[in-house]
């Protein structure tokens, strides 16, 4: 199933008589119910304007194709959505709409915001075949409910995106960034709160145990970047990595490329960052690595661990985001939630999507 | 304004609502007597009033829950309240409901800097959660010009802006997290001191929900370091389309502003004799304000200079000092008390896109001059929130009716333009029957699907946001 416009895929869920999985590139590693509802065919950027920070693209358009256009007028994705195609091992073009459904941020994250933060309005089609619009293409819109927060991070269960329109940045003219070899996880998280308590805009804030180091990435322009660098240097300390090298460096964080080619599940932590190094030591996990100044945790694990069991209570939530479809099943993608929550999102999963066809079971 | 009639069967239970409510509330938290309940007969949109039946003023989540649930129990429609700020009539009563205020509730919970966050509870005013990290540097980001006044829980019900969000966001950008009452008197925690949901992004739906899913009574906000410095540049122009080029031209040089502020003529005239704070007399004024380290401001600064001396400016002046910037900005903040000055006077705030400005602008001149009711603009460029304040006499016969008229045109032109009705103020009840302007039908009920979820009944608030009519089914089943 692969419609080319809206009006055909409204269409085609209209008159679906049982369960579909959505995909946009496929890149993602939702497994689940067949056939597969592409919504690769729904592609192109319907608008842009550099001048008014904005985008509106079909949910199907290429993550590369937008980046690319923002590329030619110097801006970006502020939230830098990562690429799971490495970790995961899947193939296939990631899509904005995949971004958007999944709500994926990367290491800019912690400055900037995530991938919702961005999200100025959404198009989708709900579990009876309607289209329906929310938010619009200007930056401040409080017209109604916010169900575009709501359409981002769900996943597809409650409607499937056909347009997006994104607030978008203009890109740094330069970065820097500041290495600094630490002793354990809790000095790192120490200095990475320093580092954001700083004025300094701090714009990633990671560490690999593996490395030893405590990465700090500055952006802007040059001279503004040159001077923060400086002040942080002075009380830091810490070597300097030049712009070239520091953007590898952010991109293979943004993508746990270290993680790539071992063995083992990969969770992905959310947590209160002065929290991290104590949840490292519980889970265990084989390796570890920490961004957003250590609100976010990832985890090699022996495959099959039930990395949750393990925690018990924490502040935060857990995700799986690679393991095998067994493990997937037993253990369940996202982290349980408790009996109040779990019966709103069941709410809303009978108000927008009734006969439940959109990825049954990946959700609440 | 049409509000619903009041239901005679909840006014009939006054009596024995007030009993069961001093059941679990002090006694001075009850208030029931006609002269001191019309103090809750209005909030910031001044035109429209209506005494509730009661109010009352719980100091804990618990409280809440006790409130709502017998309220819930018995059918009566609630209408939380912050501080009463709403420029959209949000907190305007239905004369069968129970106002629930949340002004005693606004004590610090827990500050804590190296996780960058501060929890409080929802009646705490905006300027005050600021004032709580101060000493450290650090600093609360969404500034409504209210924010002296305003409840961080009226802030989340209307996700609230202000003049510094084009760098920081609104409120939806700076909140982690709500301990939040439902209809039904349950306790749900969404959200903490960690980034994004785990499922659904609940949080994100609850802000800007304007007080009809849940009443908040704890909140995990963002905080953020101070920047070293900030400074003004005030820029004149002679023509409202130049000055829209120029918000344009900075945008895209890669530059990002920490705000961007507008305004017209009239604004300018009414500020100036407000605050004194020098702005040139001309067609349209600009504030730019960079920050950052001294350096780093007369970099940023001397690179939007340029690119604003392209367009001829009539005035071009950097802030030389700390009390100039300030005074600049007390201009800018002060502008809808200088207009009260002129005249009594409706605030809009239609967003548009920021590329719509001259056409926007040029067709609410002409449809000024069309109603014969005078209009200043003053606004956000960077984000296209506008704030056309249109000037009236509440006195004169007609004359609010007008005004009205008038303002529906403006923003269904700023729908029309590619925008929306409300970027920071909220629908309320005074954009309300405009909706079916910028949404069909069945993206209305979409948005009332999620009320129906968080309360099925329709008590709490349920005469704002959607048409009358549009709500009417749900409203009339509750009853």
Redesign the interface.
């Known amino acids: 199933m692969r419609p080319e416009t809206e009006a055909e895929l409204a269409e085609f869920v209209a008159g679906l008589n049982g369960p579909v999985r959505i995909a946009g590139g496929g890149t993602r590693g939702i497994v689940g119910a067949e056939p597969v509802l592409s919504v690769a065919g729904l592609s192109g950027i319907t608008l842009y304007e550099p001048g008014a920070l904005t985008l509106v693209a079909r949910a199907g358009t290429p993550v590369a194709e937008v980046e690319a256009a923002l590329e030619a007028e110097g801006q970006q994705l502020a939230f830098e959505p990562m690429d799971h195609r490495e970790l995961l091992g899947t193939t296939g073009e990631p899509t904005i709409g995949g971004v958007v459904a999944a709500n994926i941020s990367g290491p800019r994250r912690i400055q900037a915001g995530a991938c919702r933060d961005f999200l100025l309005g959404v198009r989708y089609v709900d579990g009876l075949g309607q289209v329906i619009k929310n938010g619009g293409r200007v930056m401040k819109n409080v017209t109604g409910y916010d169900l575009v927060k709501l359409m981002a991070g769900s996943w597809g269960t409650l409607g499937v995106l056909s347009e997006v329109s994104l607030k978008v940045l203009p890109k740094s003219e330069t970065q820097l960034t500041l290495a600094i070899g630490v002793a354990d996880t809790r000095a790192a998280v120490d200095l990475m709160s320093t580092a954001l308590k700083s004025p300094y805009e701090v714009s990633g804030a990671a560490y690999a145990p593996a490395d030893g180091q405590v990465l700090l990435r500055i952006e802007g322009f040059a001279d503004s970047v040159a001077y923060r660098i400086d002040r942080l240097r002075e009380s830091l300390g810490g070597e300097c990595i030049e712009m070239a090298n520091s953007v590898t460096r952010w991109a293979d964080l943004r993508d746990v490329r270290a993680f790539r080619d071992i063995d083992g599940d990969v969770w992905r932590l959310s947590v209160k960052p002065s929290d991290a190094p104590g949840i490292a030591e519980r889970i265990s996990a084989d390796q570890t690595l920490f961004d957003w100044g250590g609100g976010l945790i990832w985890a090699l694990m022996p495959k099959g661990t039930d990395l949750r069991a393990r925690l018990g209570q924490f502040e935060g939530h857990a995700t799986l985001v690679r393991a095998s479809a067994q493990t997937m099943g037993e253990l369940g993608r996202f982290q349980p939630e408790n009996t109040r929550i779990k019966a709103l999102t069941r709410a809303f999963r009978q108000k927008f999507d009734p006969r439940s066809v959109f990825n049954p079971g990946l959700m609440g | 304004m049409e509000m619903p009639q009041p239901n005679p069967d909840v006014l009939a239970l006054k009596r024995a609502l007030v009993a069961r409510l001093q059941q679990v509330l002090p006694q001075d938290a009850v208030i029931h007597d006609e002269a001191e309940t019309r103090a809750y007969e209005c909030d910031a949109l001044t035109a429209y009033k209506c005494p509730p039946m009661l109010a009352v003023l719980p100091s804990t989540t618990q409280q809440v829950s006790d409130v709502l649930r017998i309220c819930h129990d018995a059918g009566v429609p609630v209408v939380p309240r912050g501080a009463g700020t709403s420029l959209a009539g949000g907190a305007l009563p239905t004369a069968d409901c129970v106002i629930l205020g949340v002004a005693r509730m606004n004590e610090v919970l827990e500050v ?5 966050f501060i929890k409080v509870q929802s009646g705490r005013t905006n300027l005050s959660v600021t004032g709580a990290v101060e000493a450290e ?1 650090f600093f609360y980001a969404p500034d409504p010009s209210s924010q002296l006044a305003c409840a961080i829980a009226g802030n989340i019900a ?2 609230s ?1 202000g003049a510094h ?2 760098k920081y ?2 409120t ?2 700076n909140l982690l997290g709500v301990t939040m009452v439902m209809m039904d008197g ?1 306790v ?1 925690e ?1 959200g ?14 609850i ?3 304007e007080g009809q899913l849940g009443v908040v009574t704890e909140a995990t906000l963002r905080i953020l ?4 410095g900030a400074r003004p540049v005030l820029m004149g122009f002679d023509d409202n389309e130049v000055a829209g080029q120029c918000v ?2 900075i ?6 502003p920490v705000a961007i502020e507008f305004m017209d003529r009239l604004c300018i005239r009414a500020c100036e004799n407000f605050a004194n704070a020098g702005y040139p007399d001309c067609e349209a004024l600009l504030i730019v304000e960079v920050e ?2 001294d ?2 401001i007369d ?2 600064l001397s690179k939007i200079i340029e690119i604003a001396k392209r367009h001829n400016p009539v005035e071009l002046r950097e802030s030389q000092s700390a009390d100039e910037s300030a005074r600049i900005w007390l201009g800018r903040k002060s502008a809808f008390g200088a207009m009260g000055q002129l005249n009594d006077y409706m605030c809009l705030d239609g ?5 719509s400005l001259p056409f926007v602008l040029r067709r609410i001149g002409e449809l000024s001059k069309e109603y014969g009711l005078p209009v200043g603009n003053v606004f ?1 460029a960077g ?3 506008m704030h056309p304040l249109i000037l009236y006499d509440a006195n004169k016969p007609g004359d609010l009716e007008k005004c009205e008229a008038f303002g529906a045109d403006i923003l269904k032109l700023c729908v029309d333009a ?10 309320g009840i005074e ?1 309300r029957d405009l ?1 079916t302007h ?3 039908p ?3 009920e ?2 009332m ?6 309360d099925p009944n329709w008590l709490l608030n349920p005469a704002k ?2 048409p009358l009519k549009a709500s009417a089914v749900r409203r009339m089943a509750a009853e």
């Open positions: 804590d800097y190296d996780n960058r540097d209307m996700n802006g969000c084009l966001g609104v939806t950008n349950s749900v969404i903490g001191a960690y980034l994004d949901a785990g499922g659904l992004d609940l949080l994100g739906v802000c800007g929900s370091r101070k920047p070293e344009s031209d945008i895209k040089s890669g530059i990002l950052g380290s350096a780093e970099s940023q967003t548009i896109p920021v590329s956000h984000d296209g929130n590619g925008g929306c009705l409300t970027g920071e103020h909220g629908v954009k909706m910028q949404y069909a069945q993206d209305l979409a948005q699907a999620v009320k129906d979820v968080f946001v959607f």
